[in-house]
Structures are given as structure tokens and as C-alpha cells.
């Protein structure tokens, strides 16, 4: 089992999964407010987190699409992802993501 930690109101909240599992995905079973309205498709950024700059560097780079979505986003941070484009690997377990404000 892998797990990411992700950080919102009420501070770190550790979600497991299997590989592949999206952080989308995790955060939306454990009942975060992290909306995924197009259900990972990139047709939205209503996944839109943070990705610890320890961690920024390790994910693969953002497709065409993903960067057109963050376009979108009112307060795009530098390390900014769509949750639903962040898979679980063994490379990225206890991965680190904040919830925008």
C-alpha cells in the first residue's frame, strides 16, 4: 500500500492506496473537498492542489492539456498540479500536496 499526505484546513491527512491510484481519487474517497468535476478527464481544474516543492520535481512533466488547465486555476502556485494527473508509484509514495486556500 502507498500513501500520499495531504494538507488542508484541519492539517495532514494521510490517504492510502494502491499504484495508480490518483491523488484525485484518494482525496475525494476520504471526503476532501477536492471536487474533480470532470472525474480526471482534464476538462476542468477543480482538483487543483499544491505539490510540495520537495516533491515537485519528481512527478512527470504536465502534459499540454494539464497546463492549459491550469491556466485556469485564480491562485496557480509554482508547483500547482491537477490532483487527478498525480498517480501513486512507488517513486512517489508519502507523496506531499496542500489544498488551495
Known sequence: MLH??????????????????SVMQLARAAGLPVLGECNGSLACATCHVIVDPDWAGRLPPQ???EDAMLDSVFDLMPTSRLSCQIRLTDALDG???RLPA
Open 63 to 65: 502534459s499540454d492539456d
Open 95 to 97: 507523496i506531499r500536496v
Open 4 to 21: 500520499a499526505v495531504i494538507t488542508g484546513r484541519d492539517g495532514d491527512i494521510v490517504l492510502r492506496g494502491q499504484p495508480g491510484d
